[in-house]
């Protein structure tokens, strides 16, 4: 792996960081470099999981996948250069032209469900730093990174005005939390969604101007829209409560979310859109309960296939021409290519027929068994501390898994501990605007990790989603907490 060219990048970057913080924030000079590195080790221990852990020496899952299908998008700037911006644009979507040129792009191709597909986004964004990576992937880690981290100064520029705690170290909070520095340093969804949450967030709750404000409600709108949607819907929520709901009872913010979710539940119910909301949640569990479960996916024509759990994959014998023949009757699933939701349970029972096989995928190592909602919003509420309990609190050192559940469970306890020391013993009092903030970040976590809960019954998976909430609880700490009271009980000094 040649590491010349992102070296060339890395001490760029660092010296336009430098100056920067000579011009504008002298106290962050000597910091930053370092906190930026720590970022960077989280990259590359990102890079050694999934191409050594996962991969067997090669970049696999989500990151993988993405790369190889950008540098196939990225050619096609070459080959075809006016179809690279209609596809970039999202001018041409007609599927006979993306399956002419882009067949192997599979996250390309992965239709649309109750929001847009944003893997697009991501495949887009690595296409164009394909112009200066020259292929070198450590650029496209370095570049991601970066882009996150900017956002995250940005943010720590709004937090540390209502945190006792200095600029690097609510810097250096907000960047390397364990789960933050990893998922946001990837090539994925999450670095360009976190950076979405850092530049809204300011833009909403920060006192500047309105030139200063407007480019971030609209950045951090469209960074979240185009790669995490849901989280922004989720935001979106939050920030009702904010504006509306948390002045009603300034000093009983709890009566305050309570009534909240009361009448939006009778909002969405009157308009019709609590059953949609359920059918989808609903849907996007079974669809992850198929990713759990694994299973075989055969080949009927252009448009559908035959969907069979894992369990029953034994109900077929297998050669090598990449078929599987049906040697015992077993129940599966007509899907549509284009439409996941759109399955029909079948029946297949004519023995000796030989199918294609379209796909297999095996078992998920972390999966966890959950309660089914079935398209029921009683069930959905009756499971609400069952799902928290596998957001907030697990992989447990019990739960199955890779060695990559501790680290996990590690963070939990510290996220745990940390909320415990402001809530108890080092909480700084705090104004009726902060405790509007902390109550409407602390619902927008609650929101994510019970979403996330539904509909995820992979814990690897759960680490990944809930990334939004852990970093909006890293930020109600460092609004809660009292340094000077830390200070107190500490035989040495902190960096102040």
């Known amino acids: 792996m040649n590491i010349i060219l992102p070296l060339i990048y890395l001490i760029i970057i ?15 000079r000597v910091y930053l470099p370092f906190i930026f590195i720590g970022k960077l ?7 050694y999981v999934y191409t050594y852990h996962y991969g067997g020496g090669e970049l696999t899952a989500d990151s993988g996948r993405f790369f190889e299908e950008s540098r196939i998008f990225y050619a096609l700037l070459w080959e075809h250069p006016l179809m690279y911006w209609e596809f970039f644009w ?25 929001m847009p597909n944003d893997s697009r986004n991501v495949i887009r964004v690595n296409s164009l730093i394909f112009l200066i990576s020259n292929g070198y992937i450590l650029v496209h880690f370095l570049v991601f990174s970066l882009l996150s981290f900017l956002a995250t100064i940005d943010l720590a520029q709004f937090i540390r005005k209502w945190s006792t705690l200095s600029f690097p170290a609510v810097l250096a909070v907000l960047t390397l939390m364990p789960s933050v520095a990893f998922w946001g340093s990837s ?12 530049i809204l967030i300011r833009g909403v709750f920060d006192d500047i101007s309105f030139r200063r404000r407007w480019w971030r409600l609209v950045l951090g709108t469209l960074l979240m829209y185009m790669f995490k949607p849901y989280v922004l819907a989720v935001l979106l929520v939050a920030l009702v409560f904010y504006f509306l709901f948390s002045r009603i009872f300034m000093k009983l913010q709890l009566i305050n979310v309570i009534l909240f979710l009361i009448f939006g539940t009778l909002i969405v119910q009157w308009t019709g859109m609590l059953d949609r909301a359920v059918e989808v949640i609903s849907r996007q569990q079974q669809d992850f309960m198929n990713v759990r479960d694994g299973g075989l996916y055969l080949e009927i024509d252009e448009d559908y296939y035959y969907y069979v759990y894992f369990s029953n994959r034994d109900k077929f014998t297998y050669n090598n021409k990449g078929t599987a023949i049906l040697s015992e009757s077993t129940g599966a699933s007509l899907a549509h290519k284009r439409d996941h939701n ?34 029921s919003f009683s069930t959905m509420l009756r499971i609400v501390p069952e799902v928290l309990f596998n957001t907030a609190i697990r992989p447990l050192p019990t739960d199955k898994g890779s060695w990559l559940k501790y680290p996990a469970f ?22 009726k605007r902060i405790k509007r903030m902390v109550w409407t970040f602390l619902l927008f976590a609650a929101l994510v990790f019970v979403v996330v809960g539904w509909t995820t019954p992979v814990l690897g998976a759960i680490v990944r989603y809930k990334v939004p909430g852990v970093l909006v609880l890293t930020i109600v700490f460092a609004l809660l907490v009292d340094y000077c009271k830390i200070k107190k009980r500490l035989p040495f000094q902190q960096i102040t």
Not at 14 to 28: E, I, M
């Open 14 to 28: 660092l010296y336009l960081l430098d100056r920067w913080c000579k011009q504008r924030h002298p106290s962050l």
């Open 410 to 431: 590690i963070e939990n306890i510290i996220l745990f501990l940390g909320l415990l020391l402001v809530t108890f013993f080092a909480r700084r009092k705090l104004n």
């Open 187 to 198: 090539i994925i969804k999450e670095p360009l969604m976190l950076a979405g949450i850092c």
């Open 342 to 375: 759109d399955r029909k349970p079948v029946q297949l029972s004519e023995i000796g027929k030989e199918y294609q096989i379209h796909l297999v995928m095996t078992q998920a190592g972390s999966g966890i068994e959950v309660t089914r909602i079935n398209n």
């Open 41 to 47: 080790l989280f990259s590359l221990f990102f890079l």
């Open 90 to 114: 999202g001018i041409e979507n007609d599927p006979l032209v993306v399956d002419t040129f882009m067949e192997e792009m599979g996250h390309w191709n992965a239709p649309d469900r109750a």
